[in-house]
């Protein structure tokens, strides 16, 4: 059985950091690996790719230079380290598998398979 499950979310204050965790588990072969976020009252909107084939990865502009994506393919785990967080960043986190290819190709979300049942993060003093 394929399945991601999130891991790492919580409490974290105004400038911190986070850093989540996407273990997979049943899955064969190379393929690119999106982080989602949906923020209350909002859709949800992609974060950060990676290619687990050889780590290219990708940011949407609000968060390049904060968070940073990562694998380790032994461990079957994709990171996103999360820092200088802000209220802005507050929401359920999910990862997901895209449908196709090895590299990123946008974060449409009907594009991405397998979602995990994602995990809170909460940036507030």
């Known amino acids: 059985q394929m399945q991601l499950v999130e891991s790492g979310g919580g409490p974290v204050q105004p400038g911190g950091s986070l850093r989540l965790s996407c273990a997979r588990s049943?899955?064969?072969?190379?393929?690119?690996i999106g982080w989602f976020r949906r923020a209350p009252g909002k859709d949800r909107e992609g974060v950060s790719c990676?290619?687990?084939?050889?780590?290219?990865?990708d940011y949407v502009d609000s968060v390049k230079g904060r968070f940073t994506i990562y694998r380790d393919n032994a461990k079957n785990t994709v990171y996103l380290q999360m820092d200088r967080l802000s209220s802005d960043d507050t929401g359920v986190y999910f990862c997901?598998?895209?449908?196709?290819?090895?590299?990123?190709?946008?974060?449409?979300?009907?594009?991405?398979?397998?979602w995990g049942q994602g995990t809170q993060v909460t940036v507030s003093s």
């Open positions: 997901a598998v895209q449908r196709s290819g090895y590299y990123c190709a946008g974060y449409e979300p009907s594009d991405y398979g397998y």
């Open positions: 049943g899955f064969k072969g190379y393929f690119a």
């Open positions: 990676i290619s687990t084939r050889d780590g290219t990865t």
